[in-house]
């Protein structure tokens, strides 16, 4: 089988090690706001400079070269491209294309995300889709993991917001047999929030692990040029790394480069602009260099409906960061930068993420798939739809789609004209028909457990 191959690079070996350096030294003079006398003293044990007056940590560079050390010797890239799977990013807002309207999500929309879901196997977790409006604010992510856990066949999750909720979630997933893992988030530039140190703290000595997640906008919360927010995110990440491995003990050794640009026109942060490509491959660069997987906020779009700059802005970004060697892209189902999410949109993100599946998985060289006895028996001027041989390949050598169409436009004219958005607003339809009927997916008993934990949490939070 041969599969796509590709070495797409933006920046030399010499310009990676400048950013490289310049992160480092970021970190060992300027270092990283850490407002959490805890983490302070693990980052001093650790190796770190602290002041704890002003609650700053700085990292020496011997120091962070050996954490890089360390994740080198695992290094591996000799691979071909990877497959790509579509996750879900929660959101506050649901849009709704056909009306073109925009409302707060609730239980019912979550509900109807974990059915969905259900239909689209290049999304393999059925995350809360948003935050329910209908439920207190200060346990929705409670609200939102306990139906997750209860009703969804692939699992999922949703970003956990408040310290006192977070407890009740590891409780959950323990229930499950599962780990949960908390996203360690930077607030750029070079800083931590006292609650995402206190939650860390908290899934650490629960053995839960952290993931990391710097999101860096270049020209507000970074600088301006793609160089700068690459060295800005380089530092994030390492920094991140550091400060995970002083609380726990563990290595989150991937190169998050999920940062932005903001679009100068609206000062809106920018998710479709053309410097995602340059980031997305910048990134799959750094994450070669360190020696560790890698992935961006590609395949994310400014376009507030599903047209051709939708299309377009997911292709272009999406195609040249994993080309350079990325793993992940950014969440899906989103309706521009964060505006909302979009069931359709979902779909849709669904299909084409198919569709490059089917093209990266590459295709065989054989006697069977070369044909040559079979073009010499079908001869000149004869055709090939009706032989054994086409019947055979169907499922390996071709790819149907259930939403891109491919008729002629008679035909289209005489089927009604439908067109992209009224044939993923059919199906989403379809698909969900009957989720507010859906039951459990896990025993009785584990369920029972689920609702005990989260109306004790309810309980202790809203009192």
Known sequence: MNKIISNVEVMSQDEIVMIHNAALTLLETTGISVPNAECLRRCKRAGATVDMDKEVVRIPKSSMENLIDEMRKKSDHARPVSRLSGGISTQIFIIDYKTKTKRLGTTDDIMKGIQFVKFLKNIPGSSAVTYPSDV?????????????????????????????????IMDMAETMGRKVTYLFETVSPLRLRRETLEMSLMFADRGHPLGIGPMIVGGTTGPLTVAGTLTLVSAEVLASMFIVHAINGSIPACYVGCSHSTDLKTMLCSFGSPNMVFIGIGA???????????????ALTDALMPDFQCGFEKAFSAVFS???GGSFVGGQGLVGADQGFSFEQLLIDDEWIDAYNYAVSGYEVSEETIALELMERVGIGGNFIAEEHTVEHISDSWWKSRLFERYSFDAWKAGGSSELLDRAADLVEKYT????RQTPAVSGSTADELERIYRAGVKKILG
Not at 137 to 156: C, I, N, P
Not at 289 to 297: E, L
Not at 433 to 436: D, F, H, L
């Open 136 to 168: 207190d604010s200060r346990v929705s992510d409670l609200h939102a993991y306990k139906l997750v856990y209860t009703y969804s066949e692939k699992g999922g999750r949703a970003y956990i917001l408040n310290p006192e909720a977070a407890n009740y």
């Open 284 to 298: 799959a660069q750094m994450g070669k260099f360190y020696g560790i997987p890698s992935g961006s906020n590609a």
């Open 322 to 324: 994993m080309l350079a």
């Open 433 to 436: 028909e009957g989720y507010r």
